[in-house]
């Protein structure tokens, strides 16, 4: 069965960086685009970033600039860099597998908490 | 990217129907039709539930059905039942790869 598992999230200060990674597995990764979405604590859902089977990849206009998403079909992993965070960056963030413009399956999350 | 427009709230009784809309602009809901719900029970990830404005995935139950006209889409439970009570979140494709998501619906079973 498909599996999505974050990890990386934790604290960090205003303008640190952080790497989430998601392993994914039970589907042929390669085969599919995959998205970053997050929730900040008490608030709604937010698309942050999407790449493609091809790499092809695009981020939402709050992170543009300053994260940058990869991913290692190799390894079956998805990356999130996050550079310069914000205060407003802190939310639990989702990995999740794209299939037929949408968000098919769904890790369990990671939370990142930046503060000073 | 500006966010889809849902009311904050809903409610209905067990056994009614209640329907959710999400509205968008001509950029996302009116120009495609990939429009998608999820629910999200406190604590949880969210939880596909509808693709491409109308299908359900396999396993969820036939009470969740969805429809769009122009730049606005909706989300219909019917025959509510008390685990329907969750946040309900509509998303759009708004094209060269991008997505939003609406505010979220929080949907209480009287």
Sequence with gaps: QVQLVESGGGVVQPGGSLRLSCAASGFTFSNYGMHWVRQAPGKGLEWVSFIRYDENKNYADSVKGRFTISRDNSKNMVYLHMNSLRAEDTAVYYCTKDWQWASDYWGQGTLVTVSS | QSA??????????????????????SSDVGNYNYVSWYQQHPGKAPKFMIHEVSKRPSGVPDRFSGSKSGNTASL????????????YYCSSYAGSHSWVFGGGTKLTVL
Excluded: K, N, Y
């Design chain 2, 4 to 25: 889809l427009t849902q009311p904050p709230s809903a409610s209905g009784s067990p056994g009614q129907s209640v329907t959710i809309s999400c509205t968008g602009t």
């Design chain 2, 76 to 87: 219909t439970v019917s025959g509510l039942q008390a685990e329907d009570e969750a946040d």
